[in-house]
């Protein structure tokens, strides 16, 4: 661990996230509970997400592409500067018009879904492109004691914030972390490798991912220890249009309790970040993947059995502990596993798959929810999570037989 903190370049890349993941955070666990809370604001929010879904789904394998042929570090600096810019123009409209619309808020909760969906998968190619093999558990460790120590300060920050001020506050905040993050990624040497640059050049986009399916038909078991791991990561990603609602309605919170219990989820994942690295050295990675799995699975089983303020807070600790070991694994597994170069597109292919998934629960969501209310809607997601502890048992039969 004391040669990775000790890299400069390391250093800056924490700084960076940890800038950018507290301003964007604070804004997208505003901005969901501000249209959850407007008159028909559980459809709005389910049709809004679904869309949303859908266009990533569509872009994603291009997205995939893109980390895969440009330089990452490029990627990086004009992901801030967009950021930067629209969120900048949304602050000067919330000053000239006093308050915004409900259309104002489905455009910045897209931009922010949109940023996440290249800032994240830019970033993890990046890192494993410029840090050595053996660094890959200590990296994912730090890094996610990293993203989940933003996500305590955004979610209590959040939990203070949301009722108190106006919109236009927040985004200032998020604006500025844009800029700090900029500045700090501008300052990081990085080469991009030769072979990155060159290997693409006669290749169409339909051969790359022909590559990736290539990649995981050839590895079936892989495929299904992969699929398990990504399986949180999608029900977390359905929970961000289920959870208000399941708040606001079925607990009858406000949007103090949202905010805590992002703060709780975000205090749970910086735990996975401290002792991961110790759990794998002990237990390996894939026993400790399958807990991860596990862990999470029950906090869903119980969320729906037990709809209680005080439990649920309770357990948001333990789905973010769940899913950040799932996650840290997951990573480090595909780190160790899959050359740098497939990265992305089999890591895109993935994430179509999954929101291939997102789409049909949300579209189902989206209707079920206003009608029944979000219990059968987190039912539905326990049950998704325990096929996924199945086909991980199945899978991890690949790491045995390598």
Request: charge should be positive; glycine fraction near 6%; hydrophobic fraction near 55%.
């Amino acid at each position: 661990m004391s040669l990775i903190v000790r890299d400069k370049r390391f250093i800056k890349i924490l700084a960076a996230n940890i800038f950018s993941s507290i301003g964007s955070g604070i804004t997208m666990i505003a901005i969901p509970w501000m249209i959850v809370t407007r008159e028909n604001g559980a459809s709005t929010l389910g049709y809004v997400t679904l869309l949303l879904t859908i266009i990533l789904f569509l872009i994603a394998p291009f997205i995939g592409n893109l980390v895969d042929q440009h330089s990452r570090k490029k990627l990086l600096l004009y992901s801030e500067m967009i950021g930067f810019i629209i969120i900048s123009l949304f602050v000067l409209i919330g000053f000239i018009n006093g308050n915004y619309n409900t259309w104002h808020l489905v455009v910045l909760f897209s931009i922010g879904m949109l940023y996440d969906s290249l800032f994240y998968p830019t970033m993890f190619a990046m890192n494993q492109e410029i840090f050595d093999h053996s660094q890959y558990k200590t990296l994912n460790g730090l890094m996610e004691i990293q993203g989940q120590l933003s996500a305590v300060i955004a979610g209590g920050i959040a939990s203070i914030l949301i009722e108190k001020i106006e919109l236009q506050w927040i985004l200032i905040i998020d604006a500025i972390t844009y800029v700090i993050a900029f500045v700090i990624l501008s300052t990081i040497p990085y080469i991009q490798k030769e072979q990155l640059k060159h290997e693409m050049i006669d290749t169409s986009f339909w051969q790359r991912m022909r590559e990736g399916y290539v990649y995981l038909k050839e590895r079936p078991l892989l495929f299904l220890l992969l699929f398990s791991a990504f399986t949180p990561y999608i029900v977390i990603m359905v929970t961000n249009y289920v959870f208000p609602i399941y708040i606001e309605a079925t607990l009858q919170a406000d949007g103090k309790i949202y905010g805590i219990h992002e703060m709780l989820y975000g205090i749970g994942s910086l735990l996975a970040g401290m002792i991961i690295t110790l759990l794998i050295h002990k237990f390996g990675n894939i026993k400790i993947l399958l807990a991860g799995i596990f862990m999470f699975t029950i906090s869903m089983i119980l969320t729906a059995i037990f709809p209680v303020i005080i439990l649920f807070l309770l357990i948001s600790i333990t789905f973010g502990l769940g899913h950040a070991i799932t996650r840290i694994t997951r990573n480090i597994l595909m780190m160790e596993i899959i050359p740098n170069d497939k990265m992305g597109r089999v890591e895109s292919l993935f994430r179509s798959i999954g929101l291939a998934l997102q789409i049909t629960l949300l579209g189902v969501f989206t209707v079920m929810i206003p009608k029944i209310g979000a219990i059968p809607a987190v039912s539905i997601l326990s049950l998704l999570l325990i096929v996924s502890i199945v086909t991980a048992f199945i899978g991890k039969q690949y790491i045995k037989a390598k």
